[in-house]
């Protein structure tokens, strides 16, 4: 297998809720939702760095989609990770996000390699982590 992930996508509950968080409350550029034409076809993208895509699609469409009955995941599978440049800039996305409506799992603080993080938990639960890594700043 080639690296070449293009989409990850998110299952959510209430997909215009969580067109508003990531829109609205995050910033994040979007086309908003479309495919509504199709049953179980709703979906949101946003666009990421590196030609990267988010995508928003509810759980019930997913679990139809793949066969697999819709059930609780643990927030501690996996995390999301957005680096910013500046040790500041965690601060006012954890701000933002909480704002937005996020739970703010772990306020930002000094991490064991030098750099600032902190944890958030979107509408549907799932874990963003906000970080400052001076060895591993984002390119503008």
Same mark, same amino acid.
Request: glycine share 12%; hydrophobic share 40%.
């Given at each position: ?34 495919? *509504?034409?199709? +049953?179980?076809? @709703? /979906? ?6 590196? =030609? ?5 699609? &509810? $759980? ?25 440049? *500046?040790?500041? +800039?965690?601060? @006012? /996305? ?6 937005? =409506? ?5 306020? &930002? $603080? ?31």
């Amino acid at each position: 297998m080639k690296p070449r992930i293009s989409v990850i996508t998110l299952g959510v509950a209430d997909l215009e809720k969580s067109l508003v968080f990531y829109r609205d409350g995050l910033g994040l550029p979007t086309d908003g939702i479309i495919g *509504r034409e199709f +049953e179980h076809g @709703a /979906v949101a993208f946003f666009d990421l760095s590196g =030609g990267l895509k988010l995508a928003l699609w &509810a $759980q019930d469409d997913i679990a139809h989609d793949t066969g697999l009955p819709k059930q609780a995941g643990s927030p501690t599978s996996f995390t999301i990770g957005h680096n910013v440049r *500046r040790r500041e +800039e965690v601060d @006012a /996305v954890m701000a933002a996000a909480e704002e937005a =409506g996020a739970h703010i799992v772990k306020v &930002a $603080q000094d991490t064991f390699y030098g750099g600032y993080a902190g944890y958030f938990n979107d509408l549907d639960g799932h874990v963003w982590e906000v970080v400052w890594n001076p060895q591993l700043l984002p390119q503008e």
